[in-house]
């Protein structure tokens, strides 16, 4: 149920009726003493109209009709209005449920897309697990939701690869796939080759052409690589629980027949214009400080395209094939010039078809201690599945000294779970725009905003389901509150749906996550004052009733950040 928007809508009613002009501000209240929600409108409203804000707050009051969802709502401080919910409504909200967003959008999600050329490293991790909650809260929402894969599968260093492959396998698959086993390797060795040997660094070349040209003894070396190199990407994203698969990839290849394309509507429309031989967009929004204009680059001298030309095709494609409403962009924020320029020749181009919202969702790096760049102790590229390993290993060990009653098998499988749980969560929970600290004992703390306190709090409400040998089948679906507890409670159940959308509108899993922690923190507020076990009847049952809807909740939630939750640990 949407709180807000029913709040909102019931106070621009009001509004309406007194003449009064302005949205009406509403958000969750900082404090408990203000209530529920706050509505913080009727300052603006009333200062356009120029009257009062406290005299027009009152009569606003006096015309609201908050009888079916408010106990009481008042005026404080300059014309704020606090709201408290009423109980009744409040029983009402269905724990978890999310409603169908309206209208309905196609949203093109542009996430994880690593360079095949390398082995998906930590720069990946975040796109991957971002995008993925994105997509996954927006599927919950109804939305027509289309995963595009834009994976770097193409340009000259393939000819170095490919040229390597094929020295060393000839033409067996088997071959293929041990060299190809470690990537980070593979590419080492044959960039050592293309440094050394000038035949080698010729024939590589040579390649690059054969490829461009289409020829197809050297595509069916690349289609292996690539085929290669993605199952490895496969494996991290099945080992996420990212809801990624081969139908999603759409590489940066697919976009190849286009690009002639796009340079010809771009010349057509007199955008284009050479400057030291390559081809060049120049907008005057993108002035620098001295006043020139920095160009967009879109062909090289040499003929060869650009990422920003792929980039162009990508939203032809998006646009007039896939009839996006929005496309959301995860990468790093260092992208950002990218895709302003790119969305702004599109514009000026008229590439947007569909008149989509195009929206970069930037994200900062992830550091290591030190406070510089994640790398491993030598100071390489940290591998993800040996990032994953560690997370794994790290938390049966914890598993272990917490708790001697769990099997070998349950630590094996909880282990995982929590493991990758913490990972993901360690990434979501932080505003994505800024940098943030990897950092193992933080993220597998069972304190804090972490997967492993709100993995706990799920447990703990199973574990007194188990103690109480209740059946939460025969749970009635709704409880009214009584005690300030409850009602507190209640309110923070009631609240998810709202926080969804927040989540989708602007791209920040973080939203949820500091809700799921609020939620994990109410209840043991809740439960330390209202005992469940030994209250009895009536009591008892509604105690019961609130628990399980927590649990439920932040299953759900945690399920939309593609975190998975155990009844033990
Ligand atoms: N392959 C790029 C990289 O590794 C990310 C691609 C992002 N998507 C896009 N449409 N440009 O940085």
């Not at 272990?400 to 990972?423: C, F, H, M, V, Y």
């Not at 059946?471 to 159940?493: C, F, G, M």
Request: aromatic share 8%.
């Amino acid at each position: 149920m949407h709180i807000k928007a029913t709040l909102a809508e019931r106070l621009q009613a009001a509004f309406a009726k007194l003449d009064l002009d302005g949205p009406a501000l509403i958000q969750a209240a900082t404090r408990p003493e203000f209530g529920d929600y706050q509505a913080n409108g009727v300052m603006a409203a009333a200062k356009k109209a120029k009257q009062n804000p406290r005299e027009v707050a009152s009569r606003v009051l006096d015309v609201l009709d908050l009888a079916d969802i408010a106990s009481n709502v008042e005026i404080a401080g300059p014309g704020f209005l606090n709201i408290t919910l009423n109980k009744t409504y409040l029983a009402q909200a269905e724990p978890g449920a999310v409603s169908p967003a309206s209208p309905q959008q196609t949203i093109v999600v542009d996430y994880s897309a690593p360079n095949l050329a390398k082995e998906m490293h930590v720069g990946h991790l975040r796109t991957t697990i971002i995008g993925d909650s994105v997509v996954r809260i927006l599927e919950a929402q109804g939305h027509n939701v289309i995963r595009q894969n834009h994976v770097g599968d193409w340009g000259t260093q393939f000819g170095m690869l490919l040229t390597y492959l094929k020295d060393n396998t000839g033409d067996a698959n088997e071959m293929a796939a041990s060299e190809l086993a470690d990537l980070e390797n593979f590419y080492r060795a044959a960039k050592q080759r293309f440094d050394a040997d000038a035949d080698f660094q010729e024939r590589s070349r040579q390649a690059v052409v054969k490829l461009q040209a289409g020829d197809p003894d050297i595509l069916a070396v690349w289609q292996r690589f690539i085929n290669i190199s993605m199952s490895h990407c496969q494996d991290i994203y099945d080992r996420l629980e990212v809801t990624l698969s081969p139908d999603h990839t759409m590489g940066e290849s697919r976009y190849n027949d286009d690009l002639p394309e796009v340079i010809n509507s771009l010349r057509k429309q007199n955008l284009l214009q050479e400057s030291d031989g390559a081809q060049c967009v120049f907008l005057d929004e993108f002035k620098s400080k001295k006043g020139d204009i920095l160009p967009v680059i879109v062909q090289k001298s040499d003929g060869g395209y650009l990422y920003a030309t792929t980039d162009l095709a990508a939203i032809r494609y998006r646009t007039s094939h896939l009839h996006a409403n929005r496309v959301l962009y995860f990468t790093d924020a260092r992208q950002a010039l990218h895709f302003k320029q790119i969305f702004a020749v599109a514009a000026a181009a008229g590439f947007n078809t569909s008149n989509a919202s195009l929206e970069h969702m930037p994200f900062g790096s992830m550091l290591g201690e030190d406070g510089k760049p994640f790398k491993t102790r030598a100071g390489g590229v940290v591998k993800l599945a040996e990032l994953l390993d560690e997370a794994e290993q790290r938390a049966r060990q914890l598993l272990k000294q917490n708790n001697p009653d769990l099997s070998p098998e349950e630590i094996q499988e909880t282990g995982r779970i929590i493991g990758i749980g913490a990972i993901k969560y360690a990434d979501l929970s932080k505003n994505r725009n800024s940098d943030y600290v990897f950092d193992w004992d933080q993220m597998l703390s069972f304190e804090g905003n972490t997967a492993p306190y709100l993995q706990y709090a799920y447990a703990r409400i199973q574990s007194i389901f188990a103690r109480g040998d209740i059946d939460t089948r025969s749970l009635p679906n709704q409880a009214v509150s009584e005690d300030e507890a409850e009602r507190r409670l209640a309110v923070t159940i009631a609240g998810f749906d709202d926080v969804l959308q927040q989540v989708t509108q602007e791209g920040y899993p973080h939203f949820l996550c500091a809700y799921l922690y609020e939620l994990a923190t109410r209840f043991t507020q809740f439960y330390d004052a209202c005992p469940i076990l030994k209250s009895e009847g009536e009591v008892k049952t509604r105690r019961l009733v609130f628990a399980q809807q927590t649990a439920v909740t932040l299953k759900r939630g945690l399920d939309l950040l593609g975190i998975g939750v155990v009844n033990r640990m």
